[in-house]
């Protein structure tokens, strides 16, 4: 028995039947991370000596459950650097709430994994660290920003982890390396300890082996918290109790934007087509669900709404790295003003101060209201498609990205091209809904096994029907067991 390959919810049925303890999974996890992770690099930092717990019930939802953490998230006593220079030895003073949470039921914090530079990146190749690999192909890229915690889960150097989602974060990692990502609705989870990427887009969610865990540790870390203005003071469902629920009548949306000849996403591979338009929507109609198609109409301006507003907002908010308050500082400045040019200088990576450049750039006088202002009345309409959307369907059907992994370096030289990995993604981002990607085939390639992903919208606050739907998909389909075991 490899503990390292088990998920969350097969432990605790495990520690119950007293067959293992957890000190035992950490074990096997040390194992796991020093045989593999030299290869995939998914870590930043991983120490199981320095595990955070707390001494709770047994009886607690995640009780000896070791989880991952994307290194955006803070942890008290612990450095953050958001896999960049400029952040280098900075220690946090605080847990994020999601921390709390997550050492409230009982999970043991155990690793800072690997990301795109302040999530700024699709391939998490952006990384002051130097990039993560992809474990079901080493030349491929795992998918970004939380590219470390989606390849550390795949490769079974993880249980479970955190990831943050602004544009797909979540969701794409989670459908390059053929595991199951979770993006809330906006407000659903705390973002207070979350280092700010883009205010209004970002949210903290799970990656997880199964749709189960997925459930499961979204019901500790959801819910309202007084330090997040944003957050929202909703009731939080019982998610793991809607699992198994029959889908039958269940009705479920196809954007034609998406998926239909003519819409324009000229990118979408072949086979992700086949796996999401006929495999996925034949399993679905064949437990019960209707199939219909719907209209998004403003899809074709998301990626250019998107890529004003996340800059915009992440100008703004990495304003306050200048070498004065947090992490690196350049030393020998003649002044103030050169010290803060030479350390946002040295600090940022090029994609960082790509994205500060064209934000400040749109939020600039003269260009606010040709800009910001007009991407935010065009988000307006995309979030207004998404209310019209869901008046008829129950929840959307969608590729989670329009290929699977893609070589290393192949798009790192063309930032529009990169950009557009995450055009299935964003949208929910915009509008603020739910969004889950789920493994739903696999093309084979050189003779690896690269996953396709599958994802589900649904409206504001139905996570359960996320849920629902995935977890039938899952249940009917063998693609998480066929990736469950990465080869070397």
Request: charged share 25%; net charge positive; proline share 6%.
């Amino acid at each position: 028995m490899i503990l390292s390959e088990k998920t969350a919810s097969q432990l605790s049925a495990l520690y119950k039947e007293k067959k293992c303890a957890p000190d035992e999974t950490l074990k096997s996890l040390g194992e796991a991370v020093r045989a593999k992770d030299a290869r995939t690099r998914a870590y930043i930092q991983f120490d199981p000596s320095r595990a955070r717990r707390r001494d709770v019930s047994k009886d607690a939802p995640l009780w000896g459950v070791p989880i991952a953490v994307k290194d955006n998230i803070c942890v008290a006593d612990e450095e953050i650097t958001c896999a960049s220079k400029i952040l280098q030895g900075f220690i946090s003073p605080y847990h994020a709430t999601v921390i709390e949470k997550l050492l409230a039921a009982g999970a043991v914090i155990c690793g800072r994994t690997n990301m795109d530079e302040f999530a700024f990146g699709s391939s998490c190749e952006t990384s002051f660290y130097g990039p993560t690999r992809n474990p079901r192909d080493p030349g491929r890229v795992p998918g970004g920003s939380s590219g470390g915690s989606a390849a550390c889960v795949a490769d079974h150097t993880a249980i479970a982890a955190l990831g943050s989602d602004t544009g797909g974060s979540i969701r794409q990692p989670a459908s390059l390396c053929g595991v199951v990502g979770i993006k809330p609705t906006y407000g659903r989870v705390s973002r207070y300890g979350l280092v700010a990427f883009a205010s209004s887009l970002d949210q903290i969610g799970p990656i997880t082996k199964d749709v189960r865990d997925a459930a499961l540790l979204l019901g500790v870390l959801a819910g309202h918290d007084p330090k997040d203005s944003t957050s929202a003071n909703l009731p939080v469902p019982d998610y793991p109790e809607v699992l198994g629920r029959p889908i039958k009548g269940m009705k479920i949306g196809i954007p034609r934007e998406y998926l239909s000849s003519g819409s324009g996403q000229s990118g979408i591979s072949p086979a992700v087509q086949k796996a999401v338009r006929e495999d996925a929507v034949r399993v679905l109609e064949r437990l019960g669900a209707s199939c219909r198609e719907v209209s998004l109409p403003h899809t074709a301006y998301a990626a250019s709404t998107y890529y004003i507003i996340a800059p915009s907002e992440a100008s703004s908010n990495l304003a306050r790295f200048d070498g004065v308050r947090f992490g690196f500082r350049h030393r020998g400045g003649k002044n103030l003003l050169e010290m803060y040019e030479k350390t946002r200088g040295e600090g940022f990576g090029a994609e960082a101060k790509r994205r500060i450049i064209l934000g400040t750039y749109s939020l600039s006088s003269g260009y606010y209201d040709a800009y910001y202002l007009r991407a935010m009345k065009v988000r307006t309409k995309i979030k207004n498609d998404f209310d019209e959307a869901f008046k008829q369907v129950d929840v959307l059907l969608t590729p989670t990205s329009p290929s699977t992994a893609f070589k290393l370096g192949e798009k790192s030289t063309d930032p529009v091209e990169m950009y557009l990995s995450d055009i299935y993604t964003i949208s929910a981002n915009l509008a603020g809904v739910p969004a889950i990607s789920i493994p739903c085939g696999i093309e084979e390639r050189a003779g690896k096994p690269l996953p396709i992903g599958l994802q589900f919208m649904a409206k504001p606050f139905d996570e359960a029907a996320l849920f629902q739907v995935a977890h039938a998909f899952e249940q009917h389909t063998d693609f998480h067991k066929k990736l469950g075991n990465v080869k070397e």
